[in-house]
Structure formats: C-alpha cells, structure tokens
C-alpha cells in the first residue's frame, strides 16, 4: 500500500496488486449526495469518498473501513441513524455496499 498527497493534502491508500471495482451510489434522506468506494478480489473496501454531508466525520469512516472487509463493515454500519431520518450516510455506505455484494 502506498499513501499518496493528494490535491486537498489528504492521503489515501491506493491498492496497487489484483482487480479493482469502483463502485458510485446515490443515497437517500442523508446529506451526503454522492458515495464512491471500490472492492477488491478480496472483498476488501479502499478508497471510500462521501461528497456531501459532514466532511470530518464522513472522511473518518473512510479511513476506518480501508482495506476491511466490505461485509463485515457493511454489517457493522447497517441501522445506524441520524437525528430522526431513519437512516445516515453510514447506513447508506451499508445499503451501497449490499447493492454491490449481492
């Protein structure tokens, strides 16, 4: 893995071995509008963007799923919610990450 300066001097590990699918999901009833992950052979998440929504903690969740299970964080993630909305930007990673599991 190698961590790469990015634009916004962020950094964010690039997986740099096997195939790679990227995937692009437009949640619902959340703040965020857009969510952008890839998974690998290994079903394993890199490279989580959220566009929207609160940035700290949206980029949080980034970096805490890297190179994780995309079951086990989907699992993990799943119900969880935001004021009275019914669901949240993690819940939406969850919904994304099963729509591409199946």
Known sequence: MINLK???SET?????GGNMNHHTYK???VCSVKIDFDIDDDKKLHNVVFTGGCNG???AIGRLVEGKDAS????????N?????GTS????????I?????
Not at 12 to 16: E, G
Not at 98 to 102: L, W, Y
């Open 72 to 79: 086990e964080i989907a699992s993990v993630l799943k119900g």
């Open 89 to 96: 930007c993690a819940d939406q990673f969850s919904k994304a």
């Open 27 to 29: 949640p619902s009833g």
């Open 57 to 59: 903690n949206l980029k």
């Open 6 to 8: 990015l634009p916004e």
């Open 81 to 85: 919610i935001c004021g009275n909305r």
């Open 98 to 102: 099963e729509s591409v599991m199946q």
């Open 12 to 16: 964010r590990a690039v997986f740099l």
